[in-house]
């Protein structure tokens, strides 16, 4: 049925992973409790052991609570394909016209062009090792959390099989783990019920219970569970970052390192700040008239409660990345609001790296194209960003953010990619304030705490109206870039520098560096951290005072 490989997302997915097919193969075993698991040989280096479960299935009464451990294995059990993902929401797609539908085919078909298997029952976990490790290897381990948004997703999107055949070639094997965790409303449901009930940010709960599964049982693959790198790209970073804020700072001992792609801690508050969400769920479902409207949700069909979360906003929303079902404190897992917990320094002291790609927000501002004056600007501003800031802080932010093209994103490409008068300054903004300044914020913070390094990547600034846009740096990562050997060494000696790659020296406030990632014949250069200062410092500031 397949051959060759799929282009999803931008990355090469094996063909064999999509048809669950099984090569020509001695097919390898692992013994976990008293269970069999036999996985796939995928290449003459790699073996997978795919699908998984390591936590009891969320369904019936453990929907909407908190992972419960996976009962203790027996038995044989074939895991050669990937299982299904968990529910993801349904993608709705801005409609794109004009200059804009030059980029169409890259958000339909690079991005949102394929859907996965999905259902309740979903929490998997996915390992891929050196052929030549047994159970006295110790390898490093690196345990890849996917993005979209906390929406959409699946570990299904990537091949964790690149990763582990450079390592092999450098003579750095590394363990590549991958695991699902519920969305959406399935895995961020936020309200005051929610709170009472100690069930808030239940999607990063399953993550956390992935780690735990790790410690018990990576050994039996030949990884080392004392050298754990947590690392993920967009939802999925800003999770690696969230891990290291989750219990006052406590990692419990579950990973020794973080690797952020385009993400870090978010300006977000409390559970309560989604409780419009909650409500129109429990309408849209029929359990506004329940005593309990949380153990109501747990009882309404799968159908009914999915259709109720597709009813929701989604990331191309005319509201953007003022996301639903964003993390959120909810005084257990995540005690204060981000910001304010690095401000507090109740941050696992774990080496990091984070980094961004330049134009971030330019894909996420495609749905507010009828924005086309700076009245316009100002009242969205106002209606979905920061409803509570006065009109001095909105104007302020403004003069911050101009529509003077020069100064918009897609960065240092003049007059070119303005789809509309507002477009450049609405990606700009956008890029800034989810991704940006909480990410400088950060490394500001922890500078002279731990160790730290950071990037930038302006790879792809030809790709017309996007041009280094939020996602294109996994280019680097799943295919043998740079990015992947960094990230290797990083996981083996803490620190990504190596024979086979450029010097990357650390990041600090006194020296901001930034590995800058560029087309052309100069693929990489040494920048500082100072773009777009008193933007960055202006959103930061207001985010702390009202945060999403």
Known sequence: ?????????????????????????????????????????????????????????????????????????????????????????????????????????????????????????????????????????????????????????????????????????????????????RLSAFGFLASKEVRAAGVGNLGLQDQRQAFRWIQKYITAFGGDPTKVTIWGESAGAISVGLHMLANNGDNEGLFRAGFMESGSPLPVGPLENAQKYYDAIVVDTGCAGAADTLECLRTVPFATLKAAQDASPFIFAYQSLVLPWYPREDGVFLTDNPQRLIQQGKVADVPFITGECDDEGTLFSLSTLNITTDSEFNTWIKTFWLPDATTAQVNMLASLYTSNLLDGSPFDTGFLDAVTTQYKRIAAFQGDIIFQAPRRFFQQARSGKQNQWAFLSKRFKDTSILGSAHETDIDNIYFDGELTDYLINFAGALNPNGKTVPNWPAYTAAAPNLMTFLDGFLPTTITQDTYRVAGTTFLTNITLQFPL
């Open 1 to 181: 049925m397949f051959s060759g490989t799929l282009l999803i997302s931008g990355l090469l997915y094996p063909a064999w992973a999509a048809a669950g097919a099984v090569p020509a193969a001695v097919a390898p075993t692992v013994t976990l409790d008293d269970g069999v698991f036999t996985g796939v040989s995928i290449t003459a280096n790699t073996q997978s052991f795919l699908g998984i479960p390591f936590a009891q299935a969320p369904v019936g009464d453990l929907r909407l609570r908190l992972p419960q451990p996976v009962l203790p294995y027996n038995g044989s059990h074939t895991v050669t394909a990937f299982g299904p993902g968990c529910p993801q929401q349904a993608i709705r797609l801005p409609i794109l016209t004009g200059a804009a539908l030059e980029v169409s085919d890259f958000v339909e078909n690079s991005i949102f062009g394929t859907l996965f298997p999905s259902a309740e029952d979903c929490l998997f976990i996915n390992v891929i090792k050196p052929r030549t490790a047994s159970s006295t290897s110790k390898l490093p381990v690196v345990a890849w959390i996917y993005g979209g948004g906390f929406e959409v997703g699946s570990p299904a999107m990537y091949d964790g099989a690149t990763v582990v055949e450079r390592s092999v070639a450098m003579g750095s094997p590394v363990i590549y783990v991958s695991m699902n965790y």
